[in-house]
């Protein structure tokens, strides 16, 4: 976000703008999603013309948000470029995407790739919206439930898909209860001070980057292994096929991101490439876990979602599965059927404890 459409990576034919499409995405209450998104929000708030877009919205909302954040700036002196830029931070998916609203999609699609130039969308009671240098960055939580209730399988490894990060996240990495009590307030208040100064300096960075010899030579072996290993190696139904040939895209736009964190000389090195590629292979191991229900029926998909929340709590009372059986879609006359299915398949076991009727991990107890 504070890098916004002021830098950008000029192929030749076309260009490379930092901008993401990231989503968090985990069962409910698991690793604090949305608190995540507004302490990353609040410090870019900080910020000077930083433009943030609705997190529910049309797309002819968005639209409008676009054109109303116009704003020309200085790249060198008595040069200026114009961009429309905003940051949307969407703490939950549904509320700013809708799936099967294909003018929504398409326009996100679209606009993924901030090419230069002016966007132009025909509408039926305004005419035509032009927009120009349009740039947008979210991010959002959902959870797995939800996807698997809501979007298409067509859509899966398709266009919007393909041009997001989803991270994916299974359980808690640390617990802290009381995360306020866990440093001193002096720490934390420094500490966000110079997060605060790091996004300024980022911010302040304007120009184009270039590849530096040993980025070139890094990013050209990665490329042929790429496409000789992976892309020409994948099977034609694989869900990452999309995802794959934007690959390189992923990878360069990380790389200015972290190059403006580490330096401001707007030189893209053989490290940043090297670090992004990295992280993007830290997300794609369990990205794949965040759509696994799509595709299921209501029965197998409640069968999927018993057996990882009991993997993940070990024993979890019959009663704290009203929430699972809902998102799952299986008639209520059903759930009995499947959790004794489960259980003869040895995904779980029943026990009682207290006044509850359990279903424990295979082994616990």
């Known amino acids: 976000g504070a890098l916004r459409r002021q830098v950008w990576l000029d192929m030749g034919y076309f260009q490379w703008t930092p901008n993401f499409y990231i989503i968090f995405v985990a069962p409910p209450g698991i690793v604090s999603k949305s608190t995540t998104i507004n302490i990353g929000m609040n410090l870019l708030r900080e910020l000077e013309d930083i433009h943030f877009g609705p997190d529910a919205v049309t797309w002819q ?78 991010l959002a939580c959902t959870t797995p439930a939800w996807i698997a209730g809501n979007f298409p399988e067509y859509l899966v490894g398709g266009g919007f898909t393909s041009r997001c ?15 306020g009590l866990a440093e001193p307030d002096s720490a934390r208040e420094e500490l966000r001070r110079k997060l605060v100064h790091d996004l300024e300096q980022i911010a302040s960075i304007r120009g184009p980057y270039e590849l530096t010899p040993d980025a070139v030579a890094f990013g050209e072996a990665w490329y042929e292994h790429h496409h000789n290993e992976v892309i020409a190696k994948a099977s034609p139904d694989d869900r990452r096929a999309g995802y794959w040939a934007r690959k390189q895209t992923h990878l360069h736009k990380l790389a200015m991101v972290i190059s403006a964190a580490r330096r401001g000389d707007r030189r893209i090195i053989a490290e940043d490439l090297e670090t992004a ?62 959790i004794r299915l489960g259980s003869n398949m040895s995904l779980w076991q029943m026990r009682q404890v207290g006044n509850e009727i359990c279903l424990e991990a295979v082994g616990e107890g």
């Open 61 to 138: 909302a968005l639209a409008r948000a676009l054109a109303e954040s116009r704003q020309a700036f200085e790249v060198e002196p008595e040069v200026f470029h114009v961009q429309s830029a905003i940051t949307i931070a969407s703490s939950e998916l549904g509320t700013f995407f809708n799936p099967h609203d294909r003018e929504m999609v398409d326009m996100l699609v679209s606009l993924w790739d901030g090419q230069p130039g002016v966007w132009r969308k025909l509408t039926k009671t305004s005419g035509e919206d032009l927009i120009e240098n349009p740039w947008i960055n979210l």
């Open 165 to 179: 990060i989803w991270v994916y996240g299974q359980a808690k990495r640390k617990l802290v209860a009381y995360p």
């Open 277 to 338: 590629l990295s992280w993007l292979e830290g997300a794609e191991e369990d990205a794949l876990a965040a759509f696994r229900l799509i595709g299921m029926g209501p029965s197998q998909r409640l069968m999927q979602m018993i057996t990882d929340l009991v993997q993940r709590r070990k024993r979890v009372p019959l009663s704290q599965l009203v929430d699972v059986i809902r998102a799952s879609g299986v008639d209520p006359h059903d759930v009995e059927g499947v």
